[in-house]
C-alpha cells in the first residue's frame, strides 16, 4: 500500500502527480490510498490511480491527524456517515469493477455510542455498495496512537459482516502479534503499519509464522542489506544532505534489531547526512565484528509501542 494522498494531488499536473504514477515493475500489486472531502474529486484520483496502474484503491478513513480533520478529511469522515458513502459510491462507479476498492477506518471518531452507529452504518453501507474490504485500526480517531488497541472490537466486527472481509490493525508490532490478532479475532488478514518501518523483515517473519516454521530474527549482515537498499531508494529522490535526515527516523527504528540497540539508536540520531548514515553501517553494520545474539523482536513488542507513542 502506497503511502496515503490528497486526491487533489493526484488530479492536480504536476511533480508530484508524475511522481506518484512512476510504478516500478517490482511494486505490483500495489494499492493506492486516498484522502480528501469531496466525492467528485474522490471519483476522479481514483479512475486516474487506476489509469496509472494500481491495483486497488483504498480510501482513507481513518487518519487521526488534526489538519487532516479540520479541513473534514481522514477520521472526521466516520462522523458524517451520509457523506462518507457518497464517497464510497462515487469512488467505486467511477473504478467500475476494474480494480477492487477497500477502506480503512478507525472503531469510531470516539467512545459514544453515536460514534459507533456511524462506524457500523458505514461498515455496512461500504459493503453493500461494493466494497472489497474494509481495514479497521481497533482504535478511534480521538485515542491516535495512546493507549491498547481493542481487538475484542475487531472480533465483533468480523461476526457481524460474516463473509466479508477485515482486516485488523493496531498495535502489531512483531509477527507473534498478528498472529496472535488473527486468532484471537478470526480476522481474515491484518495490516501492519508502524510496526513495518525499520523492521521490512515483519512480513516474512509473518509468512513464517502462519506456516508453522520457526522465526528468527534477521543477522546484522540481513540488516545492513536493507538499510542500503532503503537508503539507495531515498538517493533516487532526495539530495544526499536531505536523505540522511529523511532516513534518520528510520535508522533509529532498525535500530530495535541491532543486538547494541542503545548504541546503536543514539549513532542514527545524532547523523545528520548520508555519509554519517554510511560511517554507522562501517561501524555497527560490520560483518567481520561478532554481535551478541539479537533479541526476538516479539520481546521489544512493549519497548517498542512505548517509544512510537511517546
Not at 490511480?49 to 472526521?76: H, I, M, Q, T, W
Amino acid at each position: 500500500m502506497a503511502e496515503v494522498v490528497l486526491d487533489e494531488h493526484v488530479v492536480l499536473k504536476g511533480k508530484l502527480r508524475e511522481r506518484l504514477f512512476e510504478i516500478a515493475p517490482d511494486d505490483h500489486p500495489i494499492g493506492g490510498q486516498l484522502m480528501g472531502s469531496r466525492p467528485e474529486q474522490f471519483a476522479e484520483a481514483a479512475n486516474d490511480l487506476v489509469e496509472a496502474g494500481y491495483d486497488s484503491v483504498d480510501l482513507n478513513f481513518g487518519c487521526p491527524v488534526r489538519k487532516v480533520l479540520g479541513r473534514c478529511r481522514g477520521g472526521f469522515l466516520l462522523t458524517e456517515p451520509e457523506h462518507a458513502l457518497t464517497i464510497v459510491k462515487a469512488v467505486i462507479d467511477s473504478v467500475g469493477g476494474r480494480r477492487p476498492v477497500t477502506l480503512k477506518m478507525r472503531r469510531g471518531f470516539d467512545d459514544s455510542a453515536e460514534s459507533e452507529r456511524h462506524f457500523f452504518a458505514i461498515l455496512d453501507g461500504a459493503f453493500g455498495l461494493g466494497a472489497a474490504a474494509v481495514t479497521v485500526h481497533a482504535r478511534t480517531v480521538e485515542q491516535r496512537y495512546i493507549g491498547p488497541s481493542k481487538w475484542d472490537f475487531l472480533a465483533r466486527v468480523k461476526r457481524h459482516v460474516g463473509s466479508h472481509t477485515i482486516l485488523g490493525s493496531g498495535d502489531l508490532f512483531s509477527s507473534a502479534a498478528v498472529r496472535r490478532m488473527m486468532d484471537e479475532t478470526g480476522i481474515d488478514g491484518a495490516s501492519v503499519a508502524r510496526g513495518a518501518i525499520g523492521n521490512p523483515f515483519i512480513f516474512r517473519e509473518c509468512a513464517a509464522l502462519l506456516q508453522g516454521i520457526p522465526v528468527s530474527p534477521p543477522s546484522v549482515a540481513e540488516q545492513r542489506e536493507a538499510i542500503e537498499f532503503q537508503l539507495t531508494e531515498i538517493l533516487k529522490l532526495h539530495d544526499p544532505v536531505h536523505a540522511g535526515r529523511a532516513f534518520r527516523k528510520f535508522g533509529i527504528s532498525y535500530a530495535n534489531l541491532h543486538p547494541m540497540r542503545d548504541e546503536v539508536r543514539q549513532a542514527f540520531i545524532n547523523a545528520r547526512n548520508t555519509q554519517a548514515i554510511r560511517d554507522i553501517l562501517a561501524v555497527w553494520y560490520n560483518a567481520d565484528r561478532e554481535w551478541p545474539a539479537s533479541t526476538p523482536r516479539a520481546m521489544l513488542t512493549d519497548l517498542i509501542a512505548a517509544g512510537a507513542e511517546g
